[in-house]
């Protein structure tokens, strides 16, 4: 198995709040995160939703698509959002949150191994596309919550 770790920081002229409850609302992602085409929940979980399961299906700009599901170990309100992934990749993904000032900073650490072969057998010369490929995902996904927070800040007014 082919192992990564990715560190993806955002940072957003919103209150920490607001950003929160756009990630915490996964089944929302397909309405505004390009690349991710599905979201299905499998378990809901207790009320602040350690236990949830849910199954991702999740197309970048290569030919193909990773499948896996999530299984929520952690949440803590407006600071930390944590789950292992098994499927097509396993490992663990985190997502902490924090005001700076007036602005709110995310970041995602994803410890994955993948389980397709072909990407196994792949990744010694693929891994920079592997690696290009989930850039870009996270690149569209913060383009998508920005304009889900500025449509927000519309709304508001």
């Known amino acids: 198995m082919a ?6 920081l955002w940072r957003f002229d919103a209150p920490l709040e607001a950003v929160w409850d756009i990630i915490y609302d996964v089944r929302s992602w ?18 602040m939703g350690v236990g949830a ?12 698509r990773l499948c896996f ?3 929520i170990t952690a949440v803590q309100p407006l600071a930390l959002l944590e789950g292992w992934a098994s499927g097509e990749v396993e ?15 995310v970041c995602y650490d994803w410890q994955v191994r993948t389980t397709r072969g072909w990407m196994n ?3 010694p010369v693929a891994r920079p ?8 995902l996270m690149e569209a996904g913060r383009r998508g919550l920005g304009l889900q927070l500025a449509s ?3 709304v508001a007014c």
């Open 30 to 47: 397909p309405q505004w995160w390009r690349g991710v085409e599905e979201v299905l929940e499998l378990a809901p979980g207790d009320g």
């Open 53 to 64: 399961r849910q199954r991702y299906v999740w197309k970048g700009a290569l030919p193909y």
């Open 91 to 105: 490992g663990v993904g985190r997502w902490q949150f924090r005001r700076e000032g007036d602005a709110t900073l």
């Open 3 to 8: 192992e990564y770790r990715f560190c993806t």
């Open 129 to 136: 596309l592997f690696e290009w490929n989930h850039d870009y």
């Open 152 to 154: 927000r800040r519309d």
């Open 121 to 123: 057998w792949l990744a």
């Open 69 to 71: 599901d999530m299984h």
